[in-house]
């Protein structure tokens, strides 16, 4: 039997020593699978599980199960499960990064306490009803001190215990966590095991799912226990061990159900079926079917019962499985306590190798986020000297950013903001207020039914006694006030949107980067609306007066004017031949308003010609006037928001802030408490992050060696 743990050691340490640094897991399941072939050839499927194993090997394996459950992968797997249980320790799930955990599920009473007691080789509270009211963090460790050492850890206290009185310090401990009668708590407890001859494991053991409460347990028992139990097998770094009576139909048990949940194919769950000495009776067709789709295998156990001691529970074990009728036909590679904790210290050794450069990535990307978000964060101001210097910067940073989205066009903060885009988006609604004026030029040329009507009635009706050659004045701007006045409301339209999208800008600006400050929000927002308010009634007083003046005066320099108006004259000769001609329909074209039927204007009472003549002078000036309106306003409100941008608004807001009736600046030493807790929390994550980095760091140099 030496031998035979000696040629296991070397075998192990051979796993240990072969496998590169690259691709840890794969490889670590190939030289398990070799391991496994080295100890005894058998036919091992991908996932672990042995299909098939000869005779010859059955006897290997009936030996290797009478030495003791240790395996010489506790040398070398133990700095990598202290590791993970420092980790744990540290509580780094609490950050949202997963360990490597065997988890043991299972219905209410199926054995689960009682397959960990066999493992640790120590009673645990056992019975029928909840046992286990809380997460038990158990940690086998194999020492070699022939004296066990064993303790409890929860509530931040570790309390030391002896296997005599173990079961009953659970229960106590039990109780004050999760009070006295059948709740349960999804607080830790952590129960310590040093002692020769267990396996180095770490696994967590979760209460009972029961469907029915029973007498004193709260009504929602199933789901306070599936809560808990899907928090624990969720993660893809959890092993699952279903642990499964044989009394009962594995298919209708939760435990089962709730595994197939997270892990639909199995190749994370391993089932320990218990009490095959209370149902032997088809237990080999139950697990060769495999119904229920366990993608790491069967192991059939039978526990301690009743006041047998760990010795006498393992050697009736081995005789069952030896001569009972039925169950001595079950393969031997899986059955009893010592294969399945073989099988548990492989299977953990090779997830803590997978999962440990993802941990260690992890560590290091969240403590880098953290502690960027912590030197971004505020610093506590605490002096009035203080908030003003921080005042001054953030009002300098807005300012910058405002010149740069609304004056320079350069937009390297807000990138995929397209809203923030500022000249962009101001050089749209110009062009947009641009066209919208020239459509309504179009839609009046367009209406040539009523070509010259109007003109020749308005000449009609400011004629005066003089000269019949002079054009009256009075004609010219009755004609001009009457189209003015009807695109009059579209530049206040217009400045009333710009004015809306600046403040959007600017408010959006100013809150982005007062963020940290919260005490900021309300007067830099009051002042930035202020101010725009202001801007907003400035533009619309302009407006009013560009507009009175193109409606009361007219002038221009503009040499295009005359050219214009020469060209439509040059056909005004053609158009008295059409006016006058006695064909039916009588057509002309006149640039910009295409073919003109010219009938109603036969026979036309009223100078017909002299209309022709005014109409062509206010189309050549409209296209001034409009033109003027658009650039005006462009120069308008690029001036506005310069200044709005450069001086005025800096002016504002700090009368805001710290004039007479401002008091920001002592307000802003008073901190958020949003803000304090998010530092005190990052803090506090930084340090574990910190402290978990360390614990890695040192692990990392030896899994690499290790593993070399
Ligand atoms: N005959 C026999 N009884 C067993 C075996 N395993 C467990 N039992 C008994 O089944 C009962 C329940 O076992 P526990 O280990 O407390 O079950 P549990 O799943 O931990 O129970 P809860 O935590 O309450 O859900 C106890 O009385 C055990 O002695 C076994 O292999 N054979």
């Known amino acids: 039997m030496g031998s035979l743990i000696h040629a296991k050691e070397q075998m192990s340490s051979t796993v240990i020593n072969t496998v590169p640094k690259m691709n840890l897991l794969k490889i670590s399941e190939e030289h398990y699978q070799n391991d496994e072939k080295s100890l005894s050839s058998p036919v091992i499927d991908p996932i672990l599980r042995i299909v098939k194993i000869s005779e010859e090997d059955k006897q290997t394996v ?137 396996p180095d494991l770490t696994m967590v053991d979760l209460p009972g799912i029961t469907r029915v409460p029973v007498h004193g347990q709260p009504e929602d028992i199933y789901e306070q226990i599936s809560k808990i139990i899907m928090e624990f097998i969720t993660p893809e770094e959890s092993i699952i061990l279903n642990v499964l009576s044989a009394s009962v139909d594995f298919s209708t048990c939760e435990s089962i159900r709730m595994s197939q949940r997270v892990d639909k194919t199995g190749q994370r769950t391993l089932a320990v079926v218990t009490k095959a000495d209370k149902s032997p009776e088809g237990l080999l067709e139950k697990v060769t ?95 009035i000297a203080e908030a003003m210097t921080t ?120 809150l982005k980067h007062s963020d940290n400050y919260p005490q900021l929000l309300s007067c830099t927002r009051r002042a930035a609306h202020n101010l725009i308010a202001k801007k907003k009634q400035q533009s619309f007083d302009w407006v009013t007066d560009m507009v009175e003046m193109e409606k009361l005066t007219d002038y221009t320099c503009n040499p295009d004017y005359m050219a214009s108006w020469n060209k439509l004259m040059s056909r005004q000769e053609e158009f008295m031949k059409a006016v006058s001609s006695t064909y039916s329909p009588s057509i002309i074209n006149i640039d910009g308003f295409g073919d003109i039927n010219v009938d109603h204007l036969y026979n036309l009472k009223g100078d017909v010609q002299e209309a022709f003549d005014v109409k062509m002078r206010m189309t050549a000036y409209w296209d001034i006037v409009l033109r003027r309106m658009v650039d005006n306003m462009a120069l308008h409100l690029l001036f506005s928001i310069q200044n709005l941008v450069n001086k005025e608004m800096q002016t504002e807001i700090i009368n805001e802030l710290i004039g007479p009736q401002g008091n920001g600046l002592e307000r802003m030493l008073e901190e958020s408490p949003s803000i304090s807790d998010k530092r005190n929390k990052l803090k506090k994550s930084i340090k574990l992050l910190k402290e978990s980095k360390d614990v890695v760091a040192n692990i990392m140099d030896r899994v690499v060696t290790n593993f070399d």
């Open 391 to 510: 005042f001054m910067h953030i009002l300098g940073f807005a300012k910058e950013s405002l010149r740069k989205i609304l004056l320079q066009g350069e937009f390297d903060e807000y990138q995929d903001v397209q809203a923030m885009h500022g000249t962009a988006r101001l050089a749209e609604m110009l062009n947009k207020y641009s066209e919208e004026l020239q459509s309504e030029k179009l839609v009046e040329n367009g209406s040539k039914e009523n070509f010259l009507l109007d003109e020749i009635k308005i000449l009609e009706e400011t004629k005066s006694i003089g000269l019949p050659n002079f054009l009256p004045k009075t004609a010219f701007h009755t004609l001009l006030q009457k189209k003015v006045k009807a695109i009059s409301l579209k530049p206040f339209d217009f400045v009333e949107k710009v004015w809306s999208y600046v403040e959007n800008v600017v408010i959006s600006v100013l």
């Open 289 to 383: 079917a495999d119904d229920v789709n366990i993608g790491l295998g069967y192991v059939c156990v039978r526990n301690r019962i009743g006041d047998e001691s760990y010795e006498e529970a393992r050697a009736e074990e081995a005789r069952l499985f030896e001569i009972h009728p039925q169950l001595s036909k079950i393969n031997k590679s899986i059955v009893g306590i010592p294969v399945l904790a073989e099988r548990l210290v492989k299977i953990q050794a090779i997830i803590i190798v997978k999962c440990l450069p993802d941990i260690v990535r992890k560590i290091n990307d969240k403590l880098s986020v953290n502690l960027e978000e912590l030197n971004k964060m505020p610093k506590h101001l605490t002096s």
């Open 62 to 198: 009936a030996l290797v199960h009478n030495a003791p459950i240790v395996s010489s992968y506790n040398d070398r797997i133990r700095p990598l499960l202290d590791t993970i249980d420092r980790l744990r320790h540290l509580k780094i799930m609490q950050e949202g990064i997963q360990l490597p955990t065997i988890v043991v599920v299972g219905d209410q009473s199926s054995g689960k306490s009682s397959v960990l007691e066999s493992l640790a080789g120590i009673s645990l509270p056992r019975g029928q009803g909840i046992c286990t009211r809380v997460p038990l963090i158990m940690r086998l460790q194999n020492h070699e001190n022939p004296i066990p050492d064993l303790s409890l850890e929860f509530n931040g206290k570790i309390v030391p215990t002896d296997e005599e009185n173990i079961a009953d310090a659970i229960s106590l401990a039990t109780e004050e966590i999760a009070g006295i009668g059948k709740g349960i708590s999804n607080s830790l407890l952590t129960l310590v095991v040093k002692k020769k001859g267990v």
